[in-house]
């Protein structure tokens, strides 16, 4: 299987370099929610990308409490739009739940087990969904966020989901370059916030030419477990 996801790797990085001419460290995505070994940035070791698919366990939730209390106010309050007293459990848990069956998180480990990123990807209809993403304050400026979008856009892309979209805001700069670096253009500003969106076709095309050439089904890729 080693050859195929490869295979696969290598046409994602070469339509990345599509979107944008002039990448600055393109690091590999993890197709189909795979447990991936990532490589380490600066002074953070990563560990592995772990997608969550259900409820949190209380251990689970120990680690996004560790997360939070490793994060800037600023950094929390341009993630989710307002300000919030996430010492606060109920609140913690209301912003950061996995919405239902429709949603599901991915998180960025560093060794030793701590959350270094997490994204939210929740399914608005059967070929849209919604992304949103943090990194953990000290982590920041390190490549992780970028590592964790281009890994939820194969994730997304790998379910046959037509457009990826977010919702920015304005004053949220370094997350807009970051969207557009990777081929988010904006559709529309609401406000406060910028809408953006990601075509996944061209992804799902380079993907299905990957297995083709490699003889494999698309069927034969196991789905993800947490």
Not at 103 to 114: F, H, Q
């Amino acid at each position: 299987m080693r050859p195929l996801f490869e295979a696969i790797i290598a046409r994602m990085r070469s339509l990345q370099h599509e979107y944008a001419p002039r990448p600055r460290n393109p690091v590999p995505a993890v197709i189909a929610g795979q447990t991936e070994v990532a490589r380490p940035r600066g002074d953070v070791r990563l560990s592995e990308v772990v997608v969550l698919t259900g409820a949190l366990t209380e251990s689970e939730w120990d680690r996004v409490r560790a997360f939070v209390r490793r994060t800037s106010r600023e950094s929390l309050r341009l993630r989710f739009g307002q300000a919030a007293d996430f010492a606060d459990d109920h609140t913690l848990k209301r912003f950061f739940d996995i919405k239902g069956r429709s949603g599901e998180m991915i998180w960025i480990l560093e060794e030793g087990g701590a959350i270094c990123a997490i994204a939210h990807l929740v399914r608005l209809s059967s070929a849209q969904a919604e992304i949103a993403l943090i990194v953990r304050s000290d982590c920041a400026r390190r490549g992780i966020g970028e590592m964790l979008l281009r890994t939820t856009l194969a994730r997304a892309a790998r379910r046959n989901l037509g457009t990826l979209s977010a919702l920015v805001l304005h004053e949220n700069t370094a997350m807009l370059r970051l969207a557009r670096k990777v081929g988010f253009e904006a559709c529309k500003s609401l406000g406060l916030v910028v809408e953006l969106e990601f075509d996944l076709s061209q992804l799902q095309r380079a993907a299905g030419t990957a297995l083709a050439d490699a003889g494999v089904s698309d069927d034969s890729i196991e789905a993800v477990a947490r």
